[in-house]
């Protein structure tokens, strides 16, 4: 297995200080119990996830929901609790949407 498809690209701790989630070089997303250690899910990269490096992400306050963005020029909105995508954006690969992830966010 490639090192760099298995690279954390991305951690974020999340509001309630119980989950962290975490965001990989291969597109994929995982989110962790801190308590226990355990994947609460992982979506896995590809035709539901990101196809490439997950260079953006943050919680809702309610830790409900998780927006990821990814060099692919994708945003995934996540429910929290079933790892299930909610809305998927697809942006037009520009060269503002390329300098938008050079800076670690999406201008939407």
């Known amino acids: 297995m490639d090192v760099d498809m298995v690279r954390m690209c991305i951690l974020y701790g999340c509001w309630s200080g119980k989950r962290a989630c975490v965001g990989y070089a291969d597109g994929a997303v995982k989110l962790l119990d801190l308590k226990t250690g355990s994947s609460i899910f992982t979506l896995a990269a590809g035709k539901l996830g990101h196809s490439a490096e997950v260079t953006c992400l943050d919680c809702h306050i309610s830790d409900s929901v998780i927006i990821t963005g990814s060099t692919d020029c994708t945003a995934l909105l996540i429910n929290a ?16 949407c390329f300098e938008a992830q050079s800076r670690g966010y999406f201008g939407f």
């Open 81 to 96: 609790s079933t790892g299930k995508v909610s809305v998927y954006l697809k942006l037009k690969k520009t060269k503002s």
